[in-house]
């Protein structure tokens, strides 16, 4: 939910960043499609299936390659999640399903921003990541290949890289406005 925090933020301070990186994270208000499964997870934590919610969960955020070859992870972020209330879980997905369209925020941001997906990510489709990428002055887009919606598991390197990358750009904009 990170992308989403940060492009709320971005509407409220609106210059006052050096840059805006959206992980798996994209502008558009949900489909309808994603708000009928919000809602049906919302029901299914509502009636103590919480344990189920969160099984069911993790297993479609990675790819099956990954699965396959790090089921202790998977297991682990599966146990975590088993303990997080249900009601603070309904809360995040009424806060997801609540949220604004920042396609505005993007169109009116002057600072660079970048779109890190995953090339198999059923949530955050690439083709999202590049339509919202149309939008701000100045984006760059990075598809990984091997990710599905947890690039920074399933690749953690590249993505410590694009980030760091995109860090120090940001970072020489801000030296090269004050020269």
Known sequence: MGGYAALEFASCWTGRFAGLGLF???????????????RRGIDTLQAGKRDLYVAQLFPNLFTTNFIEKNPTTLNELISNGKKQSPEGIAAALQ????????QHTLSETKCPVLFLLGAHDTLVPPEQGLKA??????????????????AMYECAKESAE???????????KIVNRKS
Do not use: Y
């Open 24 to 38: 798996h994270s994209h502008p558009f208000e949900d489909s309808e499609e994603r708000k009928t499964a919000r």
């Open 95 to 102: 806060a997801m399903l609540n949220r604004r369209d920042h």
């Open 133 to 150: 990428a149309l939008l701000p002055v100045v984006a760059d887009l990075q598809l990984l290949p091997g990710a599905a919606h947890m």
């Open 162 to 172: 694009i980030l760091n990358s995109f860090w120090d750009f940001c970072q020489s």
